[in-house]
T-cell receptor, first 123, second 115 residues
Framework: GAGVSQSPSNKVTEKGKDVELRCDPI?????LYWYRQRLGQGLEFLIY????????KSGLPSDRFSAERTGESVSTLTIQRTQQEDSAVYLC?????????????????????FGDGTRLSIL | AQSVTQLGSHVSVSEGALVLLRCNYS??????LFWYVQYPNQGLQLLLK??????LVKGINGFEAEFKKSETSFHLTKPSAHMSDAAEYFC?????????????FGIGTKLQVIP
């Protein structure tokens, strides 16, 4: 598609339920990122994928959070046993590639392209 | 570790007035810096990026930012605010984590434009 697509756009669920959030990156983008944006706060990095592997999982807030990516395309962020503090907007972004700094020529830095997010509300 | 600080979580300007949104960074290596804009209920859109080609970077919608190494700043400006500029603006820096890109965002600045 033309841009990063996220679904659902809104999700309301009861505390304790599991939820799955989906991200379709821009075709050809090998790097994919998940962020959490709580009300009135900035973006919190959760995890990113290069291809289907996740070199950096340091941002996942607890073991209730997991993510996977298949076919170097779609990614799913799963939150198990949801808690009220999980309520937030979950943003996905993709970019053409990641790169090793500083060996890459600076002019080739590729920004991230964001989806519109999934607004998750835990009752 | 790299970080960014955005001074002022809320900024109000009159329509037609100068817009100045502040961003200071901390980086042990020459930084890669970005400004993104987020309109209500939307994701982030890239406004402009600094990659050392030029210290004054021009972006979309009439915005520009100047990289000042001596001040470790990358403030965003626009000469004349429009009502459509009302949004939240994020400054971001790229760092290296385990050999790969990691982007750290500031907390954001909400811009209000008063008619």
């Amino acid at each position: 598609g033309a841009g990063v697509s996220q679904s659902p756009s809104n999700k309301v669920t009861e505390k304790g339920k599991d939820v799955e959030l989906r991200c379709d990156p821009i075709s050809g983008h090998t790097a994919l990122y998940w962020y959490r944006q709580r009300l009135g706060q900035g973006l919190e990095f959760l995890i990113y994928f290069q291809g289907n592997s996740a070199p950096d999982k340091s941002g996942l807030p607890s073991d209730r959070f997991s993510a996977e990516r298949t076919g170097e395309s779609v990614s799913t962020l799963t939150i198990q046993r949801t808690q009220q503090e999980d309520s937030a907007v979950y943003l996905c972004a993709s970019s053409f590639r990641t790169w090793r700094i500083p060996t890459v020529p600076r002019g080739t830095i590729e920004p991230q392209h964001f989806g519109d997010g999934t607004r998750l509300s835990i009752l | 570790a790299q970080s960014v600080t955005q001074l002022g979580s809320h900024v109000s300007v009159s329509e037609g007035a100068l817009v100045l949104l502040r961003c200071n960074y901390s980086s042990s290596v020459p930084p890669y810096l970005f400004w993104y804009v987020q309109y209500p209920n939307q994701g982030l859109q890239l406004l402009l990026k600094y990659t050392s080609a030029a210290t004054l970077v021009k972006g979309i919608n009439g915005f520009e930012a100047e990289f000042k190494k001596s001040e470790t700043s990358f403030h965003l400006t626009k000469p004349s605010a429009h009502m459509s500029d009302a949004a939240e603006y994020f400054c971001a820096v790229i760092s290296q984590a385990g050999g790969y890109q990691k982007v750290t965002f500031g907390i954001g600045t909400k811009l209000q434009v008063i008619p």
